[in-house]
């Protein structure tokens, strides 16, 4: 008795090491890959990958072809523009450089608009404006004025203030003036200073400097002689200089003022720029010039400066 029951037992146990065996892989039973090459797993799954690509691209390639849209009409830059803009851009020949009197006539008789418009002027420079020596920057008075109505601020002593108002300063305040630039309110167009009270604008500098409001000596509205500073800021005493890609543009008028008047003021920026020339430039100083009115076309003119 004794005997069989041990051999059932050892019996038993075969069949339960029987049955572990068949549910554990062994290294028989699993799918053999070389570590490199076309038998290796990494490339047995991109050949599936690959098959995979292959077919779904055979399957888009045999779906019905879907037909695309008309091919949207490009209008030129002339052809988006207004209908009284393309009606005044016929009368200027295409090519063709004016004299300054002939593209002076021509632009005022081009002027689309209803309102009195300015007369502009746009200057492509041979200079480079990252040169500290060509980074052009002046002030002109016209003699006909600008046309435009200008707000003077002053911030300067009580005396100078005073003398200042008298000279048709439309703001002229002491330590008051603060109290308005703590507020934001920039209800000025040009702001004067004297040098002594600079350094109380610096706190503000983010404020005036990108309204192109922060006094500036080569502007001349850093100065001890504040009244001689607002009597030509009221006459028509303007700032220009040349942008990033080296263009000067400028405002010289109302179109109200006549050819003559404008004119005066054409000449007078004229000779302000040529004298603004950098003694380190080499070639052509001034490259190209054009003339327009507000919201009119270009003309381009003869080389003024040669």
């Known amino acids: 008795m004794y005997r069989e029951r041990i051999f059932m037992a050892e019996e038993e146990a075969k069949k339960v090491v ?17 570590k490199a090459g076309k038998k290796s797993k990494k490339h047995i799954e991109e050949v599936k990958a690959e098959e995979e690509r292959q077919a779904r691209k055979a399957e888009a390639a045999a779906a019905p072809e879907v037909k ?6 490009t209008r030129s830059r002339l052809e988006r523009r207004g209908k009284n803009y393309r009606k005044a851009n016929e009368k200027i020949e295409k090519g063709k450089i004016y004299s300054l009197e002939d593209g002076l006539k021509l632009a005022i008789e081009t002027s689309p ?5 300015t007369l502009e002027m746009h200057f492509r420079l041979g200079v480079d404006p990252r040169q500290a020596d060509q980074n052009i920057r002046a002030t002109v008075t016209l003699p006909a004025g600008t046309g435009k109505d200008v707000r003077v601020a002053v911030f300067a002593p009580l005396d100078a203030a005073k003398a200042a108002k008298a000279a048709g ?6 330590e008051e003036f603060t109290k308005r630039l703590d507020k934001e309110q920039l209800d000025f167009d040009v702001l004067i200073s004297t040098p002594q009270y600079m350094p109380k604008l610096g706190k503000y500098a983010r404020l005036l400097g990108p309204k192109g409001l922060m006094p500036n000596p080569k502007a001349g509205t850093v100065t001890t002689d504040i009244e001689k500073a607002v009597k030509e800021a009221k006459a028509g005493k303007i700032e220009y200089r040349v942008d990033k890609q080296a263009i000067v543009h400028v405002g010289l008028g109302k179109l109200s003022f006549g050819e003559e008047k404008l004119m005066e003021n054409i000449k007078a920026f004229i000779e302000s720029l040529k004298s603004q020339k ?3 430039i080499k070639g052509q100083y001034v490259k190209s010039v054009f003339i327009s009115t507000t919201m009119g076309p270009s003309i381009q003119i003869e080389n003024i400066y040669n």
Do not use: N, R, Y
């Open 68 to 73: 695309a849209g008309p091919k949207p009409i």
């Open 18 to 34: 029987e049955a572990v065996e068949e549910t554990v892989e062994t290294p028989e039973t699993e799918e053999k890959f070389a």
């Open 169 to 174: 300063a439309d703001i002229a305040e002491d």
């Open 113 to 117: 608009v209803k309102f009195d418009a």
């Open 278 to 280: 950098p003694a380190s």
